[in-house]
């Protein structure tokens, strides 16, 4: 089994994965409603519409994980983007992947700090969510319909996260 290590998250450092969701990432401020409301505006695409697909919000309620968290397969969309946004003001872990000859190559893992959310990009590979501490609820932005849109693979060797 691997150690595998965890660093802070970060737009820059998320970038090939997708997009970080909070306010420093917005592509533009915006004063609306009469300047009583800030608009951070198009932080992230929602990309759901290949082969007829439509935009789903859900939320989920994830069980926290405790550590050591075994990292065994991944998962990836690949008819369309997925976001997280945490309801809850907690920590929770985010691994994703490159593509390598069609299965995850070695796995990279961040710590979310409260408040920041994620957008995966079309078919980027992903493990499935992973709460931490307690219970938590995340709204979840990816696409509804037709086709499959799951794609599951065993990692080459099991990772752990220590903590
Ligand atoms: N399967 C499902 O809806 N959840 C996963 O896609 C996930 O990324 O948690
Ligand atoms: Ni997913």
Redesign the pocket.
Known sequence: MWELKTTPLSADAFRPFGEVIETDNASEIRLINKGTTTRFHDIAPVDVSAEGGHPLI?I?R?KPFDFPIRIEMM?R?PLGS?A?MPLSARPYLIVVAHDESGAPGEPVAFLAAPGQGIS?HRNVW????LALEEVSDFL?V?RGGKGDN?EESDCAVIYEIVA
């Open positions: 859900s989920f994830g998962e969309h997925q997280f995966y992903h493990h499935p969510l979840v990816d799951l």
